[in-house]
Nanobody, 115 residues
């Protein structure tokens, strides 16, 4: 069974930084893509960033230039470096991993940007 375990969320002031990590507890296979989604209160879950195996990263327009996604395929781990955080970045952030037709999700980690 695949489990995705996120860490790194928390409370940060506007303009600050956080780094999220997501490790997949699986051995023997790799994912086609890994990425991050977020869901703010009262809103739908939205894509933040993703990166495919051997491909370039992709970002939502709202985070371009501020967030950086990276991946360690050997460890089945994906990271999200978030800089210049804004109050509108406040949300629960979910790790996602795709393998063919299958989607796997983490439990979510809260990111709160507030002074």
């Amino acid at each position: 069974q695949v489990q995705l375990v996120e860490s790194g969320g928390g409370l940060v002031q506007p303009g600050g930084s956080l780094r999220l990590s997501c490790a997949a507890s699986v051995r023997g296979f790799s994912f086609n893509a890994m990425g991050w989604y977020r869901q703010a209160p009262g809103k739908q879950r939205e894509l933040v960033a993703f990166i495919t195996t051997g491909g370039s990263p992709n970002y939502a327009d709202s985070v371009k230039g501020r967030f950086t996604i990276s991946r360690d395929s050997a460890k089945n781990t994906v990271y999200l470096q978030m800089n210049s955080l804004k109050s509108e970045d406040t949300a629960v952030y979910y790790c996602n991993a795709k393998r063919f037709q299958n989607d796997y999700w983490g439990q979510g980690t809260q990111v709160t940007v507030s002074s």
